[in-house]
């Protein structure tokens, strides 16, 4: 037989079978399958006798012949157009299903069986590759000795000892089907292929085929087709972040397993060159083929990008050099790019030496349109990483289908760069608009993207279209924006949102400059809970600050749903967004009811409560209700209208007003109008207005009684009276009145512990000049903010931890006692009480016997993932909903034991401690008074009687 690579047999392919058929007792009989056996083509010199073929570029066992078969060439079809799996169903479940018996039999048997009924060369090259790669080689049951070499079984024994290979069987296959079939060697990148890097003849060498289907060559690997490729070498890339979707498996395992890939039958030369390079450049079957240079350094694309019809728009190269950031950008179908899901991995090279930063946040990607594919990847050191591009069709129903390989880049940072901050932490549904929009209902009106760049003032505006008749008044919806950077933390009051006019829209203020994740959430009525329906990253250069909106608007602006019940009509502002410079503001509405009252609250930013009634004016004319409402300063207001049919005050209408103050100069009056105007009396003889000495007097006895609201009055009265000789006591009061809003401000911030509103107030104190006024509240409130800090960076030391830090520790199959009961305070902490996290000790007839089954509730809780994680429970937890005796009780699981002697056992677990002693360590100095009455408390089972006197 034909030695295949082996050397060569001293008897023909015809008399194999016949001595095939003599070894089972069968009578020589005429071969049904190939009365003409086909030609054996190789691209390298299979065996001696082959010679050189010049037109087919390849050796042939019969030159002459070989010369009668097409050239290599591309096909003139693509795979999709010829080849539908759909109809060759049966065709595989013969395939599959084809008797083990043959296996003992000669491989004309086999081919025989396989081809019965099959006229066209399309079906046969199927029902050969469908059987070749449903056996599983390697575990099957196959003799350690050489079995008959008749059998098929030996075909197979030969690939299992490495003294064969799937191309040799498939041309052997196609033989005895009368198929022209050629092997083809060359590179590969396979799964010893590290991106990159530059390829062997002996590491990355394989062999394929091309067969001959009506007229066109084209391409099978049986191998592949047969077994999945293996993962990276876990030995040199280290994972620091795999993305937010719900990757199933490990991508990194390199475990075979047997199922047949639709990516190597009839395989495009387009796509087979991204990982297979024939030593014959010919063999490309493209009309221009890459050299061996392009192949090693062109970006390394997988078979799913193929799948998914995309286009790369760069980087071209596998290996991208860069500074601190990079893009990749590729083009997506339009007409299936909602129905696209994409995620990421992220690996890092292991011998990086030194503390890295938190890396599941550096990477950026987003649909820039609906064909726009962009990722950016950041870094803030100088390092090495392996970037992996994974998707998948969520139209695709098969149940072995699931994210796999797009493309795999290698990204070399070449810059330190403190500067470089994380971006804001990316959802399970990605950023942008997408299917999980559309689903609910929602089309974007005003950004497609997934980020929005604001570089004017901060104030952003996203608009949807409704594409469903549900009533949106009724359905609750929601926004959240969480700053950015090191620090990411949710910032309420931030975003409102209204429908008008059968749109959706949210209004949004960023604080400051920097990057933020807006987050929309919606319910409807059969939803028993919000989701997340679309998300968009801020970034904003605006170059002043602004404030919150005013609190209690976020469920939504304009008209409520008794509005119309109570029979009112809006005349003046139909809108809930109110935009206005003019300082007095008027809205009308009109009743036809005349039972209903209604009344107007004012809220701001720097109004309170008793001063807002003295900014509202009412007039009422028939049935028509006017409020003039003035606006003190530039800033954020918030207006609630009430009505009253008897039954109590009923919400019919928020307004959310945002006022900036005209800085407008009053034209002067032209030099012909002065010259015609009175002269102004002598100043000795001018009249003092008796209002005069009322306001200055108001003003004093409002700085004496610490007055904000009044002062404010008195100064707004003073300042109507147009007289320049008032200008020092207007100046003097102003200044008393800046100390007292920073007052108010640094002691309300102070009692809150609200960090932006210390942070806030403090500006504000400094900006006014007034620090040296208020010495002893500025002391209080740096201490507090220098407190929230520390929180704030114990907490992300413990965000900080790399998967691979909790592992370790969740790996404990006996956990050190230190780090046992330093998971137990912090799981105590988060709600997770003794009994569930404590470690049992049972004496049986060995007193050192330990039972530590309860240790898998710390392993249970330190694995859960999502909103669920440690993490995410550490980032949302509020340090004043810590109960004082479970925060004792926290510090007294940790009492016995040093920093030193954690850390000496857990790194991790050292975090861990270090963010235990400082939750406690604040929630004792905020219940100083009290903290000595109260008993540490730990167990459930312990009722709540917190007192000790």
Known sequence: MIGMGCGSSKITVREHDIEGQKQNGEKPRENKVAPELGRLLSTYQLIPSFKE?????????????????????????????????????????????????????????????????????????????????????????????????????????????????????????????????????????????????????????????????????????????????GGTEEEMWEVVDKGDGELKGDQQSRQLFYSCDENYFLTDPDQMVSTHLPSQPSWQLLANPVTEDDFTENAFLKDRFFNMNLKLKKPKKCVVMCQSETELVFEIPKERS??????????????TQGNLPRYDRYVFLQRTNDETLQIRVRSPVADTFRFELVGKDVTVRDKTYDYDWIAIYKLVFGKDDDSIEPFPECPIIGWGPGRAMMEFGLAPMSHFGGEIKNKDDGKIEVKFGTTSDKDWNKVKIHGELVKGGGESEPLPDHVIHRVENGDVIFNVNTPKTGEYALKLYAKGERDKEAKNICNYMITSEQKG???????????????????????????????????????????????????????????????????????????????????????????????????????????????????????????????????????????????????????????????????????????????N????????????????????????????????????????????????????????????????????????????????????????????????????????????????????????????KDPDFHCTSDWKNV????????????????????????????????????RDFTLDQVRMVSAGGATFYIWVRGLTEEIEKRNAEIVHTVRPRTSQRRKDKTSLG
Request: charge should be neutral; glycine fraction near 6%; charged fraction near 30%.
């Open 53 to 229: 073929c010049a037109e087919l570029h390849c050796f042939a066992d019969d030159v002459e012949k070989a010369k009668l078969l097409p050239p290599p060439v591309p096909p003139t079809t693509k795979k999709h157009e010829i080849f539908d799996i759909n109809k060759y169903k049966k065709v595989d479940e013969r395939a599959v299903k084809a008797p083990s018996k043959l296996l003992k039999q000669p491989l004309s048997n086999l081919v025989e069986y396989l081809t019965e009924g099959l006229e066209d060369d399309l079906s046969k090259v199927r029902a050969i590759y469908r059987w070749v790669t449903c056996q599983p080689v390697d575990s099957m049951k196959i003799p350690n000795k050489e079995p008959s070499q008749s059998h098929t079984m030996f075909q197979l024994w030969r690939i299992k000892h490495r003294k064969g290979n799937y191309a040799q069987l498939i041309s052997l296959l196609c033989r005895f089907a009368q198929l022209p079939c050629i092997i083809i060697h060359g590179k590969l990148k396979g799964s010893t292929y590290e991106v990159g890097e530059k390829l062997d003849e002996e590491q990355h060498y394989g062999e394929w085929n091309a067969v001959l289907v009506d007229g066109n060559w084209r391409f099978i690997n049986a191998y592949w087709g047969t077994c999945a490729e």
């Open 338 to 351: 909602l129905n696209l899901d994409f995620q990421h991995l992220l690996f890092r090279m292991k011998s």
């Open 545 to 719: 600050e602004n404030y919150a909106f005013p609190r209690g608007f976020q469920g939504g602006l304009g008209p409520k749903e008794a509005f119309n019940s109570l029979g009112l009509r809006a005349l003046s502002h139909q809108s809930g967004m109110i935009e206005t410079d003019e300082e007095v503001l008027e809205i009308s509405f009109e009743k036809t009811n005349e039972n209903i009252e209604l009344s107007l609250s004012l809220t701001g930013n720097t109004i309170r409560p008793e001063m807002a009634k003295r900014l509202i004016e009412e007039t009422v004319e028939g049935n028509i209700v006017t409020y003039k409402v003035r606006l003190p300063q530039t800033g954020n207001y918030g207006i609630k209208v009430m009505g009253n049919r008897g039954r109590g005050n009923e919400n019919v209408y928020d307004y959310v007003v945002q006022y900036k103050k005209s800085h407008k100069k009053k034209s002067k009056p032209s030099q012909n109008a002065a010259s015609e105007m009175p002269k102004p009396p002598p100043e000795p003889q001018v009249q003092r207005d008796p209002r005069l000495t009322e306001y200055i007097q108001t003003m004093k006895r409002a700085i004496q009684e610490q007055n904000e609201t009044d002062l404010e009055l008195a100064l707004d009265d003073l300042k």
């Open 721 to 844: 009276l147009g007289l320049p000789t008032v200008k020092d006591e207007i100046q003097y009061g102003e200044t008393e009145l800046d100390v007292m809003r920073c007052r108010r401000e640094l002691n309300e911030a102070t009692e809150l512990k609200d960090m932006d509103a210390l942070k806030s107030a403090l500006q504000l104190t400094k900006t006014k000049n007034v620090e040296n006024r208020l010495t002893e509240e500025v002391v209080r409130a740096k201490a507090m903010l220098d407190r929230l800090r520390n929180i704030a960076k114990l907490m992300h030391a413990v965000l900080g931890l790399d998967q691979k830090t909790i592992a370790e520790i969740r790996g404990y199959q006996h956990p050190p006692p230190a780090v046992h009961h330093v998971m137990m305070a912090s799981l105590l902490l988060l709600g997770h009480w003794e009994e569930e996290t404590e470690k049992i000790v049972k004496r049986y």
């Open 859 to 894: 392993q249970i809780a330190l694995g859960k993932l999502g909103k669920d994680s440690i993490k995410r429970k550490i980032q949302e937890l509020k340090v004043n909903d810590i109960p004082l005796d479970v925060a004792l009780g926290a510090r007294d699981l940790i």
